[in-house]
């Protein structure tokens, strides 16, 4: 059965970083291309990094180069590294599985896709 079990997440001030976990299980991760959604009050969830299993890599315009995505095959676990948070990047973060990395944020995602059950992070001082 696939599992994927977020990490990472709290409470941390404007400017500040913090490291997301995904540890994935329950499927061939090596093949498998992975990523980050997140969702703000009131919102609707949005894409935010993905990484095929090349590990290309692809970002949400908004992440304007302050995250980092990446995976390590040998712990089946995807990172997502945020830094110069701001108030606005307050969310509930979701890992996901099995979604089709593209510059088309919204074609990432289909009916097959699984999802973590999410972290929160909080930007705030």
């Known amino acids: 059965q696939l599992q994927l079990v977020e990490s990472g997440g709290g409470l941390v001030q404007p400017g500040g970083s913090m490291r997301l976990s995904c540890v994935a299980s329950?499927?061939?991760?090596?093949?498998?291309?992975m990523g980050w959604f997140r969702q703000a009050p009131g919102k609707e969830r949005e894409g935010v990094s993905c990484?095929?299993?090349?590990?290309?890599?692809y970002y949400a315009d908004f992440v304007e180069g302050r995250f980092t995505i990446s995976r390590d095959n040998t712990k089946s676990t995807v990172y997502l590294q945020m830094n110069s948070l701001k108030d606005e990047d307050t969310a509930v973060y979701y890992c996901?599985?099995?979604?089709?990395?593209?510059?088309?944020?919204?074609?990432?995602?289909?009916?097959?896709?699984?999802w973590g059950q999410g972290t929160q992070i909080t930007v705030s001082s």
């Open positions: 996901v599985a099995n979604v089709e990395c593209s510059d088309y944020i919204d074609a990432w995602t289909s009916s097959d896709t699984s």
């Open positions: 329950g499927f061939p991760f090596n093949f498998y291309s």
């Open positions: 990484i095929n299993s090349l590990a290309d890599t």
